[in-house]
């Protein structure tokens, strides 16, 4: 069997469909990539679906290169692998496209466990026994490959090639063709297959070995293969968009661009060429001889780079080099010219020569000048490239730069007074390209496309956008010409613009309030929503729609990776521009026709990717809603409308549209407010009229006053997670939830509402019908309601928990109109309903689900959003589905009623064991689920007389309350169960639908399957394997190798595993049953045909997929679809038989500590294959994804233990080491245990007790072991304790040395260990293995030691349950992320500690990474002085560039950058620092403030104030009358950096709330946060500030400018002036993109857009703004040198 899952078998013939052919001149081979048509179709399809439910979004920057993940594009997941990742750009590689593709992290997530199992979608193949003659293709073989793209053929698979996934596949009719043209020839297969292994470096198999032909006979493949260590160029994507650098200018035609994203790694790079070279003389590596090869070349600036000989070598004088990275050609002495060292070949190249496109020389040389003013207009710029094509014989790209949209070829053109190519000249251009192959490009550098960002896009079916589509040439240009794109060339092809020209295309029209237009409107929806069309326009898109049918009637399904899209509307299979507007992560999406308004559900495969030469012409249909609508809902109005829109048609009077009003729907497009006029009628006053009459008849709703609560949803979209808790329930289709990240919010306004009630006395209750209250609850606390009815009784909705309950006059009270709070805080209970449960739900089941769902645990998964806010959800409990649960009791109840009489006769032998489930018994349904897998056979079957058990459902209060959130955090909730979470997992209705078919007609098919030999028909196979039969140790070998953390093996002893297959062999020849693949749910044994060798196997299925079963062959562990016809009954014979193979794990590497290196796999694989293994198994787990037991195990193979082999591929999660040499040794995960395990049969896993110590709580202690502040022990001065362990530590120490007791010790493991200081035992932890000792640590001390393996002993229970009596300290305040320590600060620590007693307060608890032990950071005081505050003068915070006050000095802003450690040493006598903080300024990005500059410094620093200062003067008014109360002269001692206070503002003498920057002398520097200027308090002249003044927002903030970035350019000295002037004393307009932390004052700071008296200041700001000049930045970094070297420029 074949244990490469996904790939074909050697010698099968598979049908193909080719996507693309690359041709690759240095090696003569032809790679193709192929879907392979072997029935996997609906595999992909439901991968595809699958995908669309990610683990975890992305929470910001994640991951790294080589991880998989997925990627959202156009609201559709992809899978993808990380290939890079520059700053906040990701790039990956569409690994089912065969694509690379640019993202943010906000697009990306981590995709379910199993996502990445089906193999790629488009495999990688190399054309067999096919090698090209020359070392290019000839035109006519270019023509011929590149039109291979879309056809289908018949391919033989000759080889796999592992691990690289490629395939050697002959399809003879191509290579025939080939061949027959004379440009290639046949090659033997065996020499082919090693042939293509030297040519991608790939490992040589067993065949290579007897490769030898003769010199003769291989002259062409020698010629071929005898420079395979070259530089290798990534391929570039015709048609894309790239940023460049210009390093090199030779002439028009002949420029050298570097990318600039890899500019980076190219001078780092450069930088260790330099340094190697010059610290090397004699590298012992062969001379480069031949033009052609790689080479160090020292240029004549005395620097090295990569070059390329560019003649041979001579024994003396001087040779032509290209440095490869600059593309700069020198001529260089001998001497100066090295081997390159291998390492600098892995980097490939980024510069590539270019010529600038559309340009043609006439026929002579180019001039000095003409080259002179192209080097000043491009040498050493930036710019934006657009490669437009590629010129094999040339080896060059075309490109067309810009700058700023400037385009410079035209600039040039015009400068120079050349002449652009004629259209022949350009078909030629275009007709020499071909598609280069980036995994063969050069030899090692297999499947590029996986490793390489952006910039090395992939050709789809040989398509770039310079193509205009077949049939459209002419009537393209009519439509183009009449709305022509600025950057359309006067040659006719089409737009080259800038890369927003795909979504500047598909903009919605904007139109400008007042103006007006002749339109159509082509689709209403309702009053608020219909759409217009501009008449002038209409032949364009007539023209449009006929070049859409005629170029989209026979093109191919193409991925869909862009944002705009063509989709075939069903109802009459015409072509439509459009834009995906709902995706249901199924093979139908919803779209709207972007040039008509239309919705419709399109199946995928009639969805494409849009060709750019469709997008000149705009959306043609705009988004409006009809002006002064009174009562849009009117069925009357709506029909009116219509008929007002179709008599106009019909009278062919034409409409006008008049723009009222612009803004945004509920989705965020524009949204036109208009009137629709004819020339003598307008819509809105005829509809007006017209309705006037139905709505006096109409019974007038009840209108909800203005001050109505706010509705929110939260956010919570289809693919998001929250948590919460089910708060009431009506009915199973509508109860009520809160979210758990809301509870903070509402716990403080449920503070607010009972403060409220308490202020107040209300005597007017007068409310009337929907008025928003206060109302009591039996709980006797207060919430926000509504009133929902007045007569006869008064009833109340408690808008936050969904319950309606009748009040009484005294429990209501009207809303204040003071509660701003309350009434801001959108409302916390939103409605929910279970998906695909019928409307007509039994009482007693509603009855049930309240009684057990409210209060409690879920996890919800939404399928949809229903009406009115509702959510369509599914509902679990852990694995649990509770709509299957309410379904099958629906059914129940049903068919209790309905067939009581063929219950009593099917009952009358055994009426105890099948009575039907009553209510009693059905309420302890619910939460048993998990016990099911743990059944026993006897367990699933009720009776002997062949009744099949029921999946009974169990669900008690108590089991759901035990595994709930703290309750606590809920008990100001409406009831007493209502005090639990829940999780809420947004997932897709597909998925659910899938699982849902699969479980239909059996009672949760996944978790209870029935056997069906004993059961009714409906019942499900609940059957299972018997487990592995493993010893300790088994001889064996590994049948199924993905990585060492899942792999299988197979018994060396074959005698079974034969009987087994021959047993399979008989039974698979039996008929099918229809009926059995009903039975079968997850875990379910079966045997199933393998359809590679056609044999039949013992199998289990893992999920079934549309028609067929994904299973996991146990004898092998190979996994693979098989269709549900190929499965069969199990005969009981081998059933009983054990599984001949058993899924393993290397122990030691725990995932959760670790990652593998990405060369493992490949390592492993060869390690282990066709090997014999020698196994130990340790332990055993059930694996989650496949039911089956998973062993830890330590494999040996030849003499060679693995695990120990694989240490060097465990890369341990890093941490910042703060400790001493000795400390950086003890880094280790638990792998290091591995190392240790001998023949015992179990390993030390015991660990000591915590050091008992509380927070806050204070410790007379002495230091016991001092390195540092930051890493120190404390013992206990109380040594009783002490004493008595270390006298049982003697005694136990005496007991004989256990030779196998070393063997089970690991990092973390407790011990006995010998002190050679004075040959005591004492306890101990190992910390890591050192050759024959271990490093250990003493854990009563805190010391450490290498002990030698003799001198360990294990620990008795009764000193391993004595906690430590010594703890890991570190000082409170100083974190090393923010700062370093004098280097004096280490003996000053030292003699302050040393032999005294301490007393210490421990304020929080960490686990230290190293040593595995718990480290506390504490507060010290000795001899009466706080350590803490006496260590501040060593501390020395990390330097921060300041643009503050000039009158700021620059040792001030030392002190401004300090930690919490400023807090600490101002509290002397005091427990408890001042860590409160002001709230945030109330604030939204995207939002509009109407302020007054309060304080203006520069323009990207100054203050503004909200122009309403109601708030402010309450602030101000409560500020006076706290700053009267007297000094508190404990207080000041709280303060540190960012507490907020009252301060004392001398100019006025008045107090305001402030916020402490530092500490000057008796002094502190201080921001007034509700102003923005800062001054010097004396330390008198501070108060506390009350919780009132806390709680209000400060009422200023902090801004600057936004689009002026500081390290990109600086301000003019006249700006400061200028811009104090402009703002000062005005209205301004205030705009929020984005919000950073100051550093300096710890305050948020926004970047913002004003506006002020009509006029944007950023605009007028930009003339004082000057750029870095960056030919002057380069030059001066040049000019330095070495210098720049030393400082790491």
Known sequence: MCSIPGLPTPGSEVPVLITRANLNPDCGLVELWVNMDDGRKHIYEQMREDIQIPKRKFNGPEGKPGDLCLVCISDTWHRARIVLIESETYNVFLIDQGQPHNTTSEALAWGQSDSSVVPPETESCILANVLSLENKWSVAATTFLVSLPGKKFKGLVQHVLMPDRIILLDIPIVSKHICKCGVAKKVPVDEFKCLVQKCLNLPKGEGYESYCITKEQNLNVDCQLEKHDQYFYPELLTASFET??????????????????????????????????????????????????????????????????????????????????????????????????????????????????????????????????????????????????????????????????????????????????????????????????????????????????????????????????????????????????????????????????????????????????????????????????????????????????????????????????????????????????????????????????????????????????????????????????????????????????????????????????????????????????????????LLAQTCSQDEADMQIPPQI?????????????????????????????????????????????????????????????????????????????????????????????????????????????????????????????????????????????????????????????????????????????GSLNVNVIVRERISQIKQQKMTCQQTDQQLSNSSKQATVPNEDSLTQDLMNLSLITKMTEQDKVSSSNGMCARDELKMSSQSITNVSAPQIKHEKTLGEGRKTILDVIIEDIETVLTETSIESGHSDSEMSQLSLSSCPE????????????????????????????????????????????????????????????????????????????????????????????????????????????????????????????????????????????????????????????????????????????????????????????????????????????????????????????????????????????????????????????????????????????????????QAEQDVHFPKTLGPGSPCLALFSSDNQWYRAQVIHRVDDAFHVVFVDYGNESDVDIQNVRPLPQSLLEEAPQAFLCSLKGFDESEGSWDDSVFDDFYNLL?????????????????????????????????????????????????????????????????????????????????????????????????????????????WCQYANTEELNKVSRLAQEVGQTEQDVMFPKTLGPASPCLALFSSDNQWYRAQVIHRVDDAFHVVFVDYGNESDVDIKNVRPLPQSLLEKEPQAFLCSLKGFDESKGSWDDGVYDDFHSLLVDKPLSVTVFNMEDHSEIAVPQYAVEIECEGVVVNTLMEKYWKVLDTNHALADRVGSGDQDDENGV
């Not at 709305?483 to 089409?494: F, I, R």
């Open 1018 to 1293: 409906g019942n499900v196979n609940i059957c299972m394997y018997k487990r592995p039969n493993v010893n300790k140790t088994e001889m064996v070998y590994a049948s199924c190798i993905v990585e060492p953390r899942f792999f299988w093996c197979q018994y060396a002893n074959t005698e079974e595993l034969n009987k087994v297959s021959k047993l399979a062999q008989e039974a698979g020849q039996a008929q099918q049953d229809n009926m059995f693949p009903k039975t079968l749910g997850p875990g379910s044994p079966c045997l199933a045909l393998f359809s590679s060798d056609s044999q039949w196997y013992r199998a289990q299925v893992i999920h079934r997929v549309d028609d067929a079963f994904h299973v996991v062959f146990i004898d092998y562990g190979n996994e693979s679809d098989v269709d549900i016809m190929n499965v069969r009954p199990l005969p009981q014979s081998l059933l009983e038989e054990a599984p001949q193979a058993f899924l393993c794990s290397l122990k030691g590497f725990d995932e959760s500590e670790g990652f593998w290196d990405d060369s493992v796999y490949d390592d492993f694989y060869n390690l282990l294959v066709d090997k014999p293994l020698r196994a130990t198994v340790f332990n055993m787990e059930d694996h989650s994804e496949i039911a089956v037991p998973e062993y830890a195990v330590q494999i040996e193979c030849e003499n060679v233990i693995v695990n120990d082999t694989m240490q060097k591929y465990w890369k341990p999660i890093c941490t910042e080491h703060v400790m001493t040499e000795n400390l950086l040794q003890g880094g280790q995960t638990e792998s290091n245990r591995a190392q240790l395990n001998g023949s015992t049969e179990y390993v030390n896993t015991c660990m000591y007790k915590c050091p008992n110590i509380s927070k806050n709580k204070k410790e007379e202690v002495y230091a016991s072991c001092i390195v540092e502040p930051c890493f120190f022990w404390c013992q206990y001065t109380n040594t009783e304790e002490l004493n008595k362990v270390s006298r049982l530590a003697q005694e136990a120490g």
């Open 244 to 685: 460049i650098n210009v390093t090199e200018v030779n002439n028009p035609q002949k420029i050298f661009c570097t990318l600039l994203i890899f500019s980076k790694a190219v001078k780092i790079l450069s930088e260790q060429i330099n340094q190697h070279y010059e610290e090397s003389s004699d590298l012992g590596e062969a001379q480069p001889k031949t033009g052609g090869d790689p080479c160090a070349a020292r240029g004549l600036n005395g620097r090295w780079y990569r070059s390329l000989l560019k003649q041979d070598m001579t024994c003396d004088g001087a040779v032509e080099v290209l440095h490869v990275d600059e593309g700069k050609t020198e001529l260089v002495p001998v001497a100066d010219i090295k081997p390159l060292h291998g390492k600098f070949l892995r980097m490939p190249v980024f510069t590539y020569p270019c010529s600038l496109d559309g340009l043609k020389d006439n026929c002579t040389e180019w001039t000095t000048d003409q080259i002179d003013y192209l080097k000043s207009l491009l040498l050493h710029q930036t710019f934006v490239a657009r490669f437009e094509h590629y010129n094999i014989s040339q080896d060059v790209y075309y490109v067309t730069l810009y700058d700023n949209a400037e385009c410079i070829n035209s600039s040039f053109m015009e400068k120079a007074r050349l002449f652009p190519l004629t259209k022949t000249e350009q078909d030629l251009n275009v007709h020499d390209e071909s598609i280069p192959s980036p995994s063969l490009s050069s030899p090692g550098d297999s499947l590029l496309e996986e490793t390489l960002p952006n910039a090395k896009k992939i050709a789809v079916n040989n398509r770039t956008d310079d193509l205009v589509p077949s049939g459209a040439d002419d009537t393209h240009m009519k439509y183009g010409s009449e709305h022509p794109d600025p950057l359309v060339e006067s040659n006719g092809h089409l737009p080259t613009g800038y890369p927003s020209e795909v979504q500047n295309a598909c903009d919605d029209n904007v139109l400008t309030v007042g103006s007006s237009v002749n339109v159509n409107i082509s689709c209403i929806e309702s009053l608020q929503k219909f759409w217009c069309q501009e008449t002038e326009n209409a032949d364009s898109l007539r023209l449009l729609m006929q070049d859409l049918q005629n170029h989209y009637a026979s093109t191919h399904p193409q991925p869909l990776v862009e944002s705009a899209f063509v989709a075939r509307n069903p109802e009459n299979d015409m072509w439509y521009r459009a834009r995906i507007i709902a995706s249901h992560h199924s093979p139908v999406v919803d779209v709207r026709f972007i040039d008509y308004g239309q919705t419709q559900k399109v199946p995928l495969r009639d969805v494409q990717p849009i060709d750019p030469a469709f997008l000149q012409l705009n959306a043609q249909a705009f988004q409006c809603c009809l002006f002064n609508l009174k009562n849009p809902m009117n069925p009357t109005a709506v029909t009116e409308f219509q008929k007002f829109v179709d008599s106009s048609a019909l009278s062919n009077i034409g409409l006008k549209c008049i723009v009222k009003a612009v803004k945004s729907d509920e989705e965020g497009q524009l949204l036109n407010i208009v009137d629709i006029e004819t020339p003598s009628d307008s819509a809105s006053e």
């Open 705 to 877: 006053s203005p001050d109505a609560y706010t509705y929110s949803t939260h956010n919570i979209e289809v693919g998001g997670k929250e948590k919460g808790w089910v708060c009431s329930s009506e009915n199973v289709n509508h109860f009520y939830c809160q979210l758990d990240r809301n509870f903070p919010l509402f716990e403080k306004m449920t503070k607010n509402v009972q403060q409220l009630i308490g202020q107040q006395q209300f005597t007017d209750h007068s409310l009337g019908l929907n008025s928003t209250c206060f109302a009591r609850y039996s709980d006797n606390l207060w919430y926000r309601g509504q009133v929902v009815e007045v007569s006869p009784k008064l009833k109340v909705h408690f808008v936050d928990f969904g319950d309606t309950f009748v009040v009484n006059e005294s429990d209501i009270i009207p809303f204040p109109t003071e509660a701003t709070l309350a009434r801001s805080v959108p409302v916390q209970a939103f409605p929910l309903g279970l998906f695909d449960v019928p409307a007509d739900v039994p009482q007693e089941v509603n009855q049930w689900f309240a009684d057990e769902a409210i209060g409690h645990s879920f996890t919800i998964s939404v399928v949809a959003k229903g009406t009115k806010g509702k959510l369509i959800v599914e509902l679990y409990n």
């Open 1394 to 1502: 040393v032999d005294k007693p301490l007393s210490v307060t421990v304020f929080n608890m960490e686990d230290h990474s190293e040593i595995a032990v718990s480290q506390y950071a504490v507060e010290i005081e000795c001899e009466g002085v706080v350590v803490n505050a006496a260590m501040q003068k060593y501390w020395k915070p990390f330097a921060e560039e300041s643009f503050l006050i000039e009158s700021l000095e620059p040792e001030t802003f030392l002190d401004d950058v300090q930690t919490d450690s400023n807090m600490a040493h101002l509290s002397i006598s005091k427990e408890k620092i001042n860590t409160c903080m002001y709230k945030n300024p109330n604030i939204s990005k995207n939002q509009t403030e109407m302020v007054y500059a309060s304080c203006i410094v520069e323009p990207n620093f100054f």
